[in-house]
């Protein structure tokens, strides 16, 4: 069956190598998937975190206490990391927990807000009132990129569907049905440049989806996995429709 499927690529060994080369770069775009997920998760959990502080520091807790009290109430990622940090704060002062916590998280949303508490601690400003605000501002702050992410991954989907998929099944289509291999029409070059062209079609989609979502380097670690996918679409279905 191998040798079968191999055969059918033997005169498109360009494909054979973008799908080498597609497997290897995916292992390589799995990992950022896994961050950005992991970092999403934390920043939509913020606001939850800061409104529980603002309410632990309108009944009276201080806080390092209302911190936590939090990091044992929440059993997200973003409570484990609090929980951590706060473990490993007795071996130093409650600024670099603060500051250390905000470095794990790997969040510029943890980030800020850490550094707003931090410079509130030290002007002595009305904390609780400022954590109150920075949860409803952080919280239709997540809910407006989740659903601008949610609009865009659908058309960035709509994207890759059409030109690394149905395009060259259109095409493929077409070409075998007005030249047939079966008829003796013989498109060897002409098919090969095709080929060519629609792998390089998914690689300009591809760019331009990621650059939509603003993560064009996390998508091209896929790239060569949709190229080969539409070249083979193509080539495979030039060879079944035209017989």
Wanted: glycine share 8%; proline share 4%; no cysteine.
């Amino acid at each position: 069956m191998l040798y079968s499927i191999l055969e059918m690529f033997r005169h498109e060994p360009l494909i054979l190598l973008m799908f080498t080369i597609g497997v290897a770069m995916a292992m390589g775009g799995i990992p950022p998937m896994i961050e950005r997920k992991r970092r999403r998760s934390i920043e939509n959990d913020l606001p939850a975190m800061l409104e529980a502080l603002s309410d632990s520091m309108g009944a009276g807790l201080g806080l390092q206490q209302a911190m936590m009290s939090e990091a044992d109430r929440n059993q997200g990622t973003l409570g484990k990391l609090l929980h951590e940090t706060l473990r490993e704060s007795h071996a130093s002062s409650f600024d670099s927990a603060l500051s250390n916590f905000a470095t794990k998280t790997r969040s510029p949303q943890v980030q800020r807000v850490m550094h707003l508490m931090s410079t509130a601690v030290e002007q002595d400003a009305p904390l609780q009132s400022i954590l109150s605000s920075l949860s409803i501002d952080y919280e239709r702050l997540n809910d407006l990129m989740n659903r601008r992410e949610k609009d865009l991954l659908g058309r960035g989907i709509l994207i890759m569907m059409f030109v690394a998929v149905g395009l060259p099944l259109l095409i493929a289509f077409i070409v075998a049905l007005f030249a047939p291999a079966a008829s003796g029409f013989q498109l060897d070059d002409f098919n090969t440049s095709f080929t060519l062209f629609f792998g390089i079609g998914s690689l300009i989609a591809m760019a331009v989806s990621g650059r939509m979502l603003g993560r064009m380097r996390d998508a091209l670690w896929w790239a060569p996995v949709w190229m080969a996918a539409s070249m083979t679409l193509y080539h495979v279905g030039v060879l079944f429709i035209g017989g």
